[in-house]
């Protein structure tokens, strides 16, 4: 197995540019089942978790066309669809692999998708999605770890998430577009990968109004095209950046991002005292010599991504003071307070919340990564530690960060991988 080896200490300085949203490449990809012509989907990033839903396409019996060199475009060909089964072997490596159960449900009127299991992060269920789906008029039932799902079409209806659930959203979002009449969907998720999602459907021939508000409707159409669209960027992998700059004093340029996407990552960074500016795609970060404590609280969109909470965590390790940091949205995202403390971070964690009192410094320490952010958390305090921290289970980060450590070679950092 993998690891990487991370040497502590130098200010990280130079630009780098971030790659398309894995978050919003996985719905948008899905999204193509929903018509047998080709779609083009442009910028898609190269993750372990797009090859995944590559593989999934092709048990499905979509041909799945890679032109990497053209701007990182991909040509979807779902006229072969032949199957509707996600199997058990691929959803238990992705449980995004359930976001096909909306399309497939919408184009053949049947889905057969394994019921993905337990997550290291959270229970993560997904009864709001087959309630959605239910409402929608889709027979639903469990055998043998597999969700059933059959429809002669569904009917438009108002579905109340009890949850803004981001998935759930889109894989209702994605099964009522094909669907006869007028869905609603109250308290959506409004997540920026939403809102793209329902672009992209847009640009198939749906019609779909309000996504990124408080109520999403979306007015049933009979067939859709393919579409020609480019994935946005990933401001998950952006706001880690924004962190590997602040927690080594260093001084980055993130090119290619949407700085409004990160507006709540830039106030809490100003508020821990580091120099920000902003342009219409750019955004650069100057640490500070200080780190000021700050409190976190993670929260649907707008409010602060859980998926930075891991980041921020070692951030404020080495803060001026004493923080709070509370996880709303997963019960157990806090396995990378366990590793940061090995190499020296002062985190208690009191059910949701984790204090944290800064100190002066972290030292390298082998470390484990548990999951794709608590990664990402691990290599930024690796980078601010004295000496070397070496990162076993590194697989986890190559699900959603692309080219990490030549990234950060480019911006100076001692970062290699080496074969554990
Ligand atoms: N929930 C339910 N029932 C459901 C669905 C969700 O109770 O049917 C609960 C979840 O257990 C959780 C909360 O609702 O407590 C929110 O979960 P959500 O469904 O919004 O999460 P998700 O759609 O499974 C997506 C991202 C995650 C990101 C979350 C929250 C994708 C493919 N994944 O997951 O990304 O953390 O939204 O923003 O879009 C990551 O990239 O590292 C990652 C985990």
């Given at each position: ?28 990809l ?10 083009r ?26 032109d990497g060199?053209r ?44 019921f ?30 597999y ?28 099964a ?28 198939m ?27 946005i960027p990933?401001?998950?992998?952006a ?35 580091m ?15 200080k780190?000021?404590a700050?409190d ?11 998926d ?50 800064g ?7 082998q ?8 990664s990402a ?33 480019g911006?100076?950092?001692?970062i290699?991988?080496?074969r554990?």
């Open positions: 197995m993998e690891e990487i080896i991370v040497t502590g200490g130098v200010r990280l300085k130079g630009s780098v540019k971030i790659s398309g949203a894995k978050n919003a490449a996985l719905p948008i899905a999204a193509t089942i929903l018509t047998s012509e080709k779609s989907i442009k910028n898609v990033p190269k993750l372990e978790d797009i090859r995944t839903i590559y593989k999934l396409f092709k048990r499905l019996g979509i041909m799945v066309e890679e060199d701007d990182r475009e991909v040509v979807i060909d779902p006229s072969t669809l032949n199957s509707s089964e996600a199997p058990y072997d691929l959803v238990k490596t992705m449980r995004a692999s359930c976001l096909v159960l909306g399309p497939l449900i919408a184009r053949l009127g049947r889905a057969r998708v394994s993905p299991g337990g997550c290291a992060i959270g229970a993560r269920p997904i009864d709001l999605h087959l309630k959605g789906l239910k409402s929608l008029g889709a027979e639903i039932g469990l055998e043998s770890g969700i059933n799902a059959s429809a002669q079409r569904l009917k438009g209806t108002n579905i109340c998430l009890d949850i803004p659930t981001v998935t759930g959203t889109e894989n209702i979002m994605m009522a577009v094909l669907a006869e009449g007028e869905t609603i969907i109250e308290n959506p998720a409004c997540e920026p990968e939403v809102v793209s999602l329902s672009e992209a459907l847009n640009s021939g749906a019609s779909i109004s309000g996504a990124g508000t408080r109520i999403i409707k979306i007015k049933g159409v009979t067939e859709l095209k393919g579409m020609d669209y480019s994935i990933d401001r998950v992998e706001g880690t950046f924004m962190v590997a700059a602040a927690i080594t004093q260093g001084d980055i340029k993130i090119e290619d991002c949407i700085p409004e996407h990160v507006d709540h990552i830039i106030a809490r960074l100003r508020d821990a005292g120099f920000i500016e902003e342009g219409e795609d750019w955004v650069r970060v100057k640490g500070g010599h780190i000021r700050v976190i609280r993670t929260s649907p969109y707008p409010g602060f991504p859980t930075m909470q891991a980041q921020m965590m070692a951030l404020m390790s080495l803060s001026d003071g004493l923080s709070v940091i509370t996880e709303t949205i997963f019960e157990n995202r806090f396995m990378h307070a366990l590793e940061l403390k090995r190499m020296g971070a002062d985190i208690t964690i009191d059910g949701h919340s984790a204090v944290i009192r100190v002066p410094s972290l030292s390298g320490a470390v484990m990564a548990t999951d794709l952010r608590a958390s691990l290599i930024l305090a690796g980078l601010s530690a004295k000496g070397d921290t070496i990162i076993s289970r590194i697989y986890h980060i190559d699900r959603g960060y692309e080219c990490i450590e030549k990234k950060l070679e911006l100076g950092a001692k290699k991988r080496v554990g």
